[in-house]
């Protein structure tokens, strides 16, 4: 397996998105926006679908236009902040209405079905340079404001009072959440990505009791579920992204199960 160049760039990228994605999901699921990762990942559809037309990397389009769904969801939540959940769905709504008309005019219809579902053959070398930028950014932004994030997970004026540059902060979690999300699309599949985003954080807010216990396990069951996913991908020819969603779904339930007997233990 690792003496071809595709896998250890797809094991290589791969890790480094297991990693990132939680630290991104656990905000995201903190502060009840976890819908808009499956907003971001429908619309990065319409990105890919433009790369190909156009002739540009389908990455580089997906990004852009994640990018610009991200921050319009964050103004008509702000516009609207009793009918935050409409900002995704109507976002989600252009996004995927854009992306079936540019579907009609793009080239290769397998290549953008690798979009879909994700393609571990298709990872080059360029594609872990760009995950290995986004990766240190998002690294060193949640450590680097791990109070502050904390805090807007918790509440936006709850931040303000402890000192918390709201805005900045929101704009930078933004920015990474949409350029994160659409990275992963070569790779998870942009269907799939945001069930990576939440499934991990869902599992480890079953056992955890703390925020940072819910970071840490997050990322372990990132990980663990991504690299499965991808060696199983290779072996048995799977879609990538939907063998690491199985893997979670499967992760999910035996600590569920495990949980329920511990309880079940203790109250006798």
């Known amino acids: 397996m690792l003496e071809f160049a595709f896998m250890r760039h797809a094991l290589l990228a791969g890790a480094m998105l297991s990693i990132m ?3 991104i999901g656990v905000v995201m699921v903190s502060r009840k926006t976890s819908m808009m990762g499956d907003a971001l990942s429908h619309t990065s ?3 890919v679908a433009l790369g190909l037309i156009v002739g540009m990397d389908p990455v580089i389009g ?3 236009i994640c990018v610009v769904a991200a921050f319009a969801i964050e103004i008509i939540r702000h516009r609207f902040p009793t009918h935050g959940d409409m900002a995704t769905a109507v976002v ?3 996004g995927l209405g ?3 008309v540019l579907t009609k005019f793009a080239p290769g219809g397998n290549h953008f079905e690798s979009y879909l579902f994700g393609s571990i053959a298709s990872v080059t070398r360029e594609d872990v340079m760009h995950v290995a930028i986004v990766f240190l950014s998002v690294v060193f932004f949640s450590i680097a404001l791990y109070g502050s994030l904390i805090n807007i997970a918790i509440d936006d004026t709850l931040a303000r009072l402890s000192g918390v540059n709201v805005t900045v902060t929101n704009g930078v979690l933004t920015a990474l959440t949409a350029i994160t999300i659409a ?3 070569k ?3 942009a269907l799939m990505i945001a069930s990576i985003l939440i499934l991990p954080v869902a599992t480890a807010l079953i056992v955890s009791r703390s925020y940072k216990q819910v970071f840490l396990f997050s990322i372990m069951l990132g990980f663990i579920y991504t690299m499965l996913g991808i060696v ?3 072996y048995y020819d799977l879609p990538t992204g939907g063998t690491i969603v199985i893997h979670a779904l499967i992760g999910m339930a035996i600590v569920s199960l495990y949980q329920r007997r511990r309880k079940a233990a203790m109250s006798q």
């Open 21 to 23: 994605i939680p630290m």
């Open 45 to 47: 559809l319409s990105g």
């Open 62 to 64: 997906a990004i852009v």
């Open 92 to 94: 989600t709504s252009i």
């Open 98 to 100: 854009i992306a079936a």
């Open 183 to 185: 990275l992963s699309c």
């Open 187 to 189: 790779i998870v599949g």
């Open 232 to 234: 199983l991908s290779y």
